[in-house]
Every structure is written in C-alpha cells, then in structure tokens.
C-alpha cells in the first residue's frame, strides 16, 4: 500500500521536524508568540496549497476544499494578522498531481499531530477554542478525513513510477518544511554573525 510506504519512507523526517518544532511550540506563552507560530504555517502552508491546488480538486480528492488550511490560519491570527512578505520561497517542486498528492499527505498528516499541539496550546498558553481551528482542523471528524485521504492516495499506487513520485515529494515537503522553520526562527543577526 502506497499509505505504509510513505509512513516508513517518511518516519525518520517527521520525526526530525516534530523534535524541532516542539521546541517552539513549548515557548508559546503570549497571543504574540501565538500568531507568529501561526505565520510560521502560513508562510509555508499558503503558497504551497496554492500550488498543489494547479493539480488536486472535489473530482480527484473527496472534500478538497474543506481540507484548506490557509483559511483557518487566518481565521486564528485574527484582524488581519498575516504578514504576506513572510512566505517560504524555497518550497517543494509541484509539476504532476504525483508531487501534489505527496505534498498533500504531509498536510494532511499534520492534522493528527495538531490534536496534541492544540491542547499544548490550549493548557500552556490559554489559547481559546475559537483561535485553534487550525490546530484542532476536522475536529471529530478528524480519523474520518484521514482515512478519506489515503483511500485516495492508495488508489494511486498500483503504478510504481507513480508512487515514487509521491513518496519523494513528501520527503522534500518535510524537509522543506524544516529548513523554513529553522530559517524562521532563527534571529537575523545569528545568521549574518555565525561565529559571534
Ligand atoms: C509537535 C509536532 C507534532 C507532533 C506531536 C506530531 C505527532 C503526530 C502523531 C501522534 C501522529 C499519528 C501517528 C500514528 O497514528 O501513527 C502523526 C502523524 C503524522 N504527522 Fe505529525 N506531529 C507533529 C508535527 C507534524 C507536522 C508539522 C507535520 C507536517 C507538516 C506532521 C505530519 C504528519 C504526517 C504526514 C503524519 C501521518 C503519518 C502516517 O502516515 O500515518 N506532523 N504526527
């Protein structure tokens, strides 16, 4: 199956980038830390649902469009928070629905960790429900949606060229998805000054 290909292939990245990224979300304790852990998201989330939308509809994804995920970014950073100039440039290449449904998983996957990252949220830093719709996503029916997902992305793995064009571009969006959030956090002058 296509789906326990890319748990295995992907296991040692998603560790990688839950190790790293808990290490922010423990340091959420004021709404302005809050908003910015969500522009770290958005950043990423926002031009890379624009790309994989090129290729992924209603027709080839059941509840595509309610799987968006920018929306409820906004929705949680409130008033307009969103800061367009902080969007990753370097982003996983999307040019066959392939690449598109690859990128997709590791958004999708995301979900099942957000669970646990809302109710960090909610006990840490007493973000309210009502600004968790991203991290809390389908709610209860959460299993339901994942499972809609990957009966699709299974129904594209009988073809082996198909598969490891899957595989490899949610490989690439973990990593890719890493490297902005290393570069997002950290300060500019560490960067400019790497042996101050
Ligand atoms: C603190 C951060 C995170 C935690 C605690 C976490 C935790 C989890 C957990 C508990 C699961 C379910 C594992 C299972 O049922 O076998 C999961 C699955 C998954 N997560 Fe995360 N996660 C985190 C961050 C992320 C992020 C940021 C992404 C992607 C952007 C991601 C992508 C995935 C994917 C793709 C899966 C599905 C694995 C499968 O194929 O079953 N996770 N995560």
Do not use: C
Not at 114 to 121: F, N, P, R, T, V
Not at 158 to 166: A, E, M
Request: no cysteine; net charge negative; aromatic share 12%.
């Amino acid at each position: 199956m296509l789906s326990a290909r890319l748990k295995e292939e992907t296991k040692a990245a998603h560790q990688s980038l839950e190790k790293a990224m808990v290490v922010y979300i423990r340091k959420v304790q004021t709404e302005e830390q809050y908003v910015r852990l969500l522009q770290l998201f958005y950043g990423f989330y926002r031009p890379l649902e624009e790309r994989i939308a090129r290729y992924v509809d209603d027709s080839i994804m059941p509840e595509f469009n309610s799987r968006a995920k920018t929306g409820r970014l906004l929705n949680d950073m409130d008033n307009g928070a969103a800061d367009d100039n902080i969007l990753a440039v370097d982003l996983p290449v999307i040019e066959s629905l392939a690449a598109a449904l690859g990128a997709m998983y590791v958004l999708e996957g995301s979900t099942l960790g957000g669970e646990y990252i809302a109710k960090m949220l909610a006990s840490q830093s007493g973000i309210k429900d009502s600004r968790l719709s991203f991290f809390n996503s389908y709610g209860n029916k959460r299993m339901e949606m994942w499972a809609g997902f990957i009966e699709t992305i299974n129904s594209y793995g009988n073809d082996s060229n198909i598969s490891r064009q899957v595989v490899d571009s949610a490989s690439q969006t973990f990593l890719k998805f890493k490297s902005w959030l290393i570069a997002f956090y950290t300060p500019v002058e560490a960067a400019v000054l790497p042996f101050r």
